[in-house]
């Protein structure tokens, strides 16, 4: 049986992995189709592992493997009752696994006359409409923990990195939503004691410790949470988002300096302008003037 498995292998050898190997000499395009095919493959097996993942299709997958090496092994080795058995069952296996994996099948159907079509191939939303939207997101959440006299401190990092402040927090890379942030400042829960910290899109960290600014020329009325908005704003270039717990009143920490009572209009204004307007759309139009200058 050793032998014959030897034989298998070196005639394998000899047939398909040179004469393979000397077709794409002849013909380098079929090397590149070929660089082109292995890579669509492995995209979307990594996609669709990725997707599986922590779900209960994970556990089918693996015994699907599992099964694909048997047959494989079991055709290498000579083992033909096997063999024959595990084939027959691969065969009827692709109505089983239609039958097992419905509602995911008909999700992914549904999503390719969709924009998630998009999210599944990794090209994400233009990062500035995404920013945008999670600016209303942070709005509305601060809106609702102002009517409810909720005290809460969220920093928006914009192009001064601050990870040493993320590092004195809880980790979370949680996806941004007003939900979560009115949740963490709840009173009495584990993380409403100290900053969120809004970076890449996401909630970074939550319960992060700020710098205090100690100026003389702070009003002495202004409590912790106000003073570390107005420290970390000096400190980097963040849009610090306020909200009393006294008054419910919302104010906005930048540079330094702090906008008191904002209201709703005023506060969307403010933080499109500086996290979104300012970033964005000047990055594209100084990339426009560059590539007109290049052309002439």
């Not at 920013?131 to 928006?156: F, M």
Request: aromatic share 8%; hydrophobic share 50%; net charge positive.
């Amino acid at each position: 049986m050793i032998n014959n498995f030897f034989e298998k292998l070196s005639q394998m050898y000899k047939t398909n992995i040179i004469g393979f190997w000397d077709e794409l000499y002849q013909n380098p395009i079929k090397l590149v189709m070929l660089i082109l095919d292995i890579s669509i493959v492995l995209f979307l097996a990594y996609k669709l592992l990725k997707l599986a993942k922590d779900t209960r299709a994970w556990q089918l997958l693996k015994g699907i493997m599992l099964l694909i090496i048997a047959t494989w092994g079991s055709s290498i080795l000579g083992l033909n009752i096997l063999n024959y058995i595990l084939t027959s069952f691969m065969t009827y296996g692709v109505i089983i696994l239609i039958v097992i994996f419905q509602p995911e099948l008909r999700r992914a159907l549904e999503q390719l006359g969709t924009s998630k079509l998009t999210r599944f191939f990794g090209i994400d939303k233009d990062l500035a409409t995404k920013t945008k939207e999670n600016i209303y997101k942070i709005v509305i959440a601060a809106l609702e923990l102002s009517r409810k006299k909720t005290g809460a401190l969220i920093v928006i990092e914009r192009d001064i990195k601050i990870k040493d402040i993320i590092n004195t927090g809880i980790l979370m890379k949680a996806e941004i939503s007003p939900q979560l942030l009115v949740n963490i400042f709840e009173p009495k829960t584990p993380l409403h004691d100290g900053a969120v910290i809004i970076s890449e899109n996401q909630i970074m960290a939550a319960a992060c410790m700020l710098p205090l600014a100690n100026d003389a020329d702070i009003a002495k009325e202004l409590g912790t949470r106000h003073r570390s908005g107005i420290g970390i704003s000096k400190e980097s270039d963040a849009i610090v988002i306020i909200v009393s717990e006294e008054t419910g009143k919302i104010s906005i920490a930048k540079d330094g300096t702090l906008i008191a009572d904002v209201k709703e209009e005023a506060l969307k204004k403010i933080l499109i302008k500086n996290v979104v307007t300012d970033r964005f759309v000047i990055n594209e139009k100084e990339h426009k003037i560059k590539w007109f200058k290049h052309k002439k």
